[in-house]
């Protein structure tokens, strides 16, 4: 909440997380504590290039620094996260390169990927006992926003598996359509946004740990859109695929 006119600034903030340095620095995961100094200069640097978070309240932006922190995720040019003033509020948004890091660390994902189809590609969806996606690349297609009529992810298990999703230009319009966020990081990222917004979707179905769940659930709050995964021991599942059905229908 705002408290009164106060509005953040890089002294303000950066006194804030130096004097609970040592609240930040227990919200860091182990094998980040020690470099809790680079976080905080990391997290300055992201709030000097977003001018109008300056207009925000200086304690919306520190909670957010202290999730991050939370999560062991750093804000950056990794894109694993961003912090986005929202009216005097400060929100973290979570990236899909976030959202991965995070899949990666419970233990049972090897590797996630995903993807836009533009127009012209060939993709292909095969539902049965053994689904499989085919998507073959064109690239002198732009590589625009406009120009996607699909996106998907797949994340490959470490047992060999791969339980993959997929959502349609209409499906993730929808989905763009509910978001608080459908103004900022949608009108300059959509196709980073429509990435993430697969993943989440995909993510209901695997063994996801604590973090991503918490991840998703910030994430959620912040933009305005409930679909959270439960977090779910990472134990083997029945589930071999999981996708949506795909039709070219814009």
């Given at each position: 909440?705002?408290?009164?006119?106060?509005?953040?600034?890089?002294?303000?903030?950066?006194?804030?997380?130096?004097g609970?340095?040592?609240?930040?620095?227990?919200?860091?995961?182990?094998?980040?504590?020690?470099s809790a100094g680079d976080f905080i200069r990391l997290a300055l640097v992201e709030f000097?290039?977003?001018?109008?978070?300056q207009g925000c309240a200086p304690e919306s932006v520190v909670a957010s620094v202290l999730d991050c922190a939370r999560l062991g995720l750093k804000p950056g040019p990794l894109g694993h996260v961003y912090f986005v003033p929202y009216g005097k509020e400060c929100q973290l948004i979570i990236g899909y390169r976030g959202?991965?890091?995070?899949?990666?660390?419970?233990?049972?994902?090897?590797a996630v990927e995903a993807h836009p189809v533009f127009a012209s590609e060939v993709f292909a969806v095969e539902l049965g006992s053994e689904p499989k996606i085919t998507h073959t690349p064109d690239y002198t297609v732009p590589r625009a926003p406009?120009?996607?009529?699909?996106?998907?992810?797949?994340?490959?298990?470490?047992?060999g598996r791969s339980i993959f999703d997929v959502m349609t230009r209409a499906e993730i319009e929808a989905i763009r359509?509910?978001?608080k966020a459908r103004g900022g990081p949608w009108s300059t990222d959509w196709i980073e946004m429509a990435r993430k917004t697969v993943v989440k979707r995909a993510a209901k179905y695997w063994d996801?740990?604590?973090?991503?769940?918490?991840?998703?659930?910030i994430d959620n709050a912040a933009t305005?859109?409930?679909?959270?995964?439960?977090?779910?021991?990472?134990?083997?599942v029945a589930i071999e695929a999981s996708i949506s059905r795909w039709s070219e229908d814009e």
């Open positions: 909440m705002t408290t009164g006119t106060q509005v953040a600034t890089i002294d303000t903030v950066r006194d804030s997380l130096i609970d340095g040592s609240k930040l620095r227990a919200s860091l995961p182990e094998h980040m504590k020690e000097r290039r977003t001018p109008a978070l959202l991965i890091a995070l899949a990666l660390r419970s233990g049972d994902i090897a406009q120009n996607v009529v699909a996106v998907y992810a797949i994340a490959h298990r470490k047992d359509n509910r978001s996801v740990g604590a973090e991503l769940a918490e991840a998703i659930a305005g859109y409930e679909d959270a995964p439960k977090a779910v021991p990472a134990a083997p």
